[in-house]
T-cell receptor
């Protein structure tokens, strides 16, 4: 069935390090793809999205490119900050079904 | 806009007690979702409503769980009787219909501890 697989955490990076969180999906058709972020003690919020192949979503220095050939939507940031410490969720939307979320990847950034 | 409002923020109860979680979605949003988050299973969709009507409750773990949406501005998730394995953070989320449906707005969650 439809699913999202993202890399297991937790991850710990030093400030200014490069971040990659891998995400691949299995879905019928051409889904829209999303990254959501959950800061400590809060609910999830939309970080960025891409709705068709080769689209790049970007926000707050984060980027992800919709790769249809590899069914991937990896999240990247060139230089992370302590304030980026959070749980990151990959998700997709296909047809009339609700968003399908991955299990989340916890990121800790240390100064 | 106040966002999605959940209450209580924290709930501690004893096994066997009834627990009721409450949610007020964003005004004008047509869809409402209840999620459960645990370390072991991540984020699980329990049930969702469109225009106050339950559409899919296949994620509700057992008959002990029930959810209602009596009107467009209020929903409850009830667990009766509660068990320690129900301990989790429960999130409510709402979204508009149509093209905006991919953007879910989450509440701050209810941290439930069943002793």
């Amino acid at each position: 069935g439809d699913s999202v697989t993202q890399m297991e955490g937790p991850m710990t990076l030093s400030e200014e390090a490069f971040l990659t969180i891998n995400c691949t999906y299995t879905a019928t058709g051409y889904p829209s793809l999303f990254w959501y972020v959950q800061y400590p003690g809060e609910g999830l919020q939309l970080l960025l999205k891409a709705t068709k192949a080769d689209d790049k979503g970007s926000n707050k220095g984060f980027e992800a490119t919709y790769r249809k050939e590899t069914t991937s939507f990896h999240l990247e940031k060139g230089s992370v900050q302590v304030s980026d410490s959070a749980v990151y969720f990959c998700a997709f939307l296909s047809g009339n079904t609700p968003l399908v979320f991955g299990k989340g990847t916890r990121l800790s950034v240390i100064a | 806009d106040a966002g999605v409002i959940q209450s209580p923020r924290h709930e501690v109860t004893e096994m066997g007690q009834e627990v009721t979680l409450r949610c007020k979605p964003i005004s004008g949003h047509n869809s409402l979702f209840w999620y459960r988050q645990t370390m072991m299973r991540g984020l699980e969709l329990l049930i969702y409503f469109n225009n106050n009507v339950p559409i899919d409750d296949s994620g509700m773990p057992e008959d002990r769980f029930s959810a209602k949406m009596p009107n467009a501005s209020f929903s409850t998730l009830k667990i009766q009787p509660s068990e320690p394995r129900d301990s989790a953070v429960y999130f409510c989320a709402s979204s508009p219909s149509g093209q905006g449906k991919e953007k879910l707005f989450f509440g701050s969650g209810t941290q439930l501890s069943v002793l």
